[in-house]
């Protein structure tokens, strides 16, 4: 741009001087933004997949759950062995919601709040339900999110435990 082209003067006779300019980059589509995150999200669902095939992160995931103290169908204040135990759930279609006392809603085996369902589940892999594969989609997920993965699966369980 000249020198010219940058300075114009105002009708009341002021210079005013260009400072910059804008530039705005063409929006996504509705279409191509909903192809782009169910890609992402199949992409996501199936490396998710193939990760609970590997025996050390199946391991893994049973110190958790044995750590967790719950089972699939328990929501938080559940007790293992407790018979007609009212924070049990059998309805897996969603997440199960609040349990003892109303104040966490962690739920299942790992104990997965509403929230976490949602981050990692419905958004990240397109998951709707809470059936046990869900809750263990959603824990890979969360592990691979906090970068133990990697040393799950390569046995490093002394380096995965403190990014867990």
Do not use: C
Not at 59 to 70: K, Q, R
Not at 112 to 129: C, E, F, P, R, Y
Not at 135 to 156: E, H, P
């Amino acid at each position: 741009m000249s020198e010219a082209a940058q300075t114009v003067t105002s009708p009341t006779g002021k210079v005013l001087h260009h400072r910059g300019s804008h530039k705005t980059t063409p929006k996504e589509s509705a279409e191509a933004k909903a192809i782009r995150v169910k890609t992402a999200q199949a992409e996501r669902l199936a490396r998710n997949k193939k990760s609970l095939e590997d025996k050390n992160v199946k391991a893994f995931l049973l110190a958790i759950a044995e750590a967790e103290g719950g089972g699939y169908d328990f929501k938080y204040g559940a007790i293992k062995g407790k018979k007609n135990d009212p924070w049990r759930f059998t309805d897996f279609s969603t997440h199960p919601g609040a349990g003892y006392g109303g104040s966490t809603t962690a739920s299942g085996m790992y104990q997965i709040t509403i929230d976490t369902w949602k981050d990692h589940g419905t958004n990240a892999m397109g998951l709707t339900d809470f059936k046990p594969e869900t809750q263990d989609l959603i824990a890979v997920d969360m592990l691979d999110s906090m970068g133990a993965l990697d040393k799950i699966k390569d046995g490093d369980v002394p380096g995965a435990m403190p990014m867990a």
